[in-house]
């Protein structure tokens, strides 16, 4: 187990080096402090990892899916700046958010300078014969996780919401990008589309598990450990797969009263928190949601069956597990 974390953290220290030498280095200042700001501060990386682990595990060389790999980290950070924004989220990574730091204009301005950005970075696979491919899965990707958002602020105002619903939601916001970073490494490394459909069902799969586990550890991790404040989707309002199960199943008429409260106030408050991590544990949604959680990343693993073993299709499969058992 310990060479495929040697290989992920590898490859994640490639792409810190190359992000961080990417940065611009331009006036005015105003616009590119709050991009280094954002873009050096960490994060697991996940999604160009995986770009560039697709590609290898398509008998290629990871090294050239970096570029793209930049392209669509720099893609994500482009949401979180956004969606922090529209959330009124004061923290991200431990660190303030950049429209707290600086101001929402400045955010949203930021947020612009890096889509450009990211596409200046894939601009680089001019070369190869299926640029246009690569180019028209990172622009849908994009299109389709603004759609996520937009649904997900419109879910945020309605009084009821069906799993099927959250479903389509977190496959717009969360697994789309992660399904550009499976077809489109596999696509720089020439790959077949038995390989292609195969990584995009692993990547889509380890997605859609990838956010109900983020949404059980909003409420269930540490704050250290996490990086902002616990429990905020409560605040927000948020209908995740939690909250909606227990809805489902929850039987004591007091607990019933308070998540219909959250639905028809659109959140709690913060001291509503420890009462709500009660009803959904008490409820048995937390263990349902943990085991769809589950359910996905073990549909993941089961794409990989036909793509031919090597150390990173290995890693691959590693990944599911450290993803099925972080805490953060």
């Not at 009462?275 to 359910?295: F, P, R, V």
């Not at 069956?305 to 450290?322: A, D, F, P, R």
């Amino acid at each position: 187990m310990q060479k495929y974390k040697e290989i992920f953290d590898s490859l994640n220290q490639q792409i810190n080096e190359y992000i961080i030498k990417s940065i611009p280095q331009k006036e005015p200042k105003q616009l590119y402090e709050p991009y280094k700001y954002i873009i050096s501060s960490g994060g697991k990386r996940i999604r160009p990892v995986l770009t560039m682990l697709c590609c290898g595990a398509c008998n290629s060389n990871p090294q050239e899916a970096l570029d793209a790999a930049i392209a669509i980290e720099i893609l994500h950070n482009f949401t979180l700046v956004h969606d922090d924004i529209m959330d009124n989220s004061p923290i991200r990574r431990g660190n303030q958010t950049i429209h707290n730091k600086w101001d929402e204009a400045t955010a949203i301005l930021t947020g612009d300078i890096m889509l450009g950005y990211a596409y200046k970075s894939l601009h680089n696979y001019h070369y190869h014969k299926r640029n246009n491919d690569i180019h028209n899965i990172f622009t849908n990707a994009l299109i389709e996780v603004c759609e996520g958002q937009a649904l997900d602020m419109n879910y945020n105002s309605r009084k009821e919401m069906t799993i099927y619903d959250y479903l389509v939601m977190i496959k717009k916001k969360t697994a789309v990008i992660l399904e550009a970073c499976g077809t489109i490494g596999a696509i720089i490394a020439n790959a077949d589309d038995l390989k292609i459909n195969a990584l995009k069902e692993y990547t889509s799969n380890l997605g859609i598990g990838f956010q109900i586990q983020d949404d059980i550890l909003d409420l269930y991790a540490q704050r250290s450990e996490l990086g902002k404040k616990i429990g905020q989707d409560i605040i927000e309002g948020k209908k995740t797969y939690l909250i909606i199960k227990a809805k489902l199943l929850a039987k004591d008429k007091d607990d019933i009263d308070l998540i219909e409260l959250f639905f028809n106030n659109n959140g709690l408050g913060e001291e509503y928190i420890p009462k709500m991590q009660e009803i959904i544990q008490k409820s048995g949604a937390l263990e349902e949601s943990k085991q769809e959680a589950l359910n996905y990343f073990n549909k993941a693993s089961k794409s990989l069956n036909v793509l031919e073993n090597n150390l990173y299709t290995e890693t691959l499969e590693w990944l599911i597990n450290w993803l099925s058992y972080r805490n953060y």
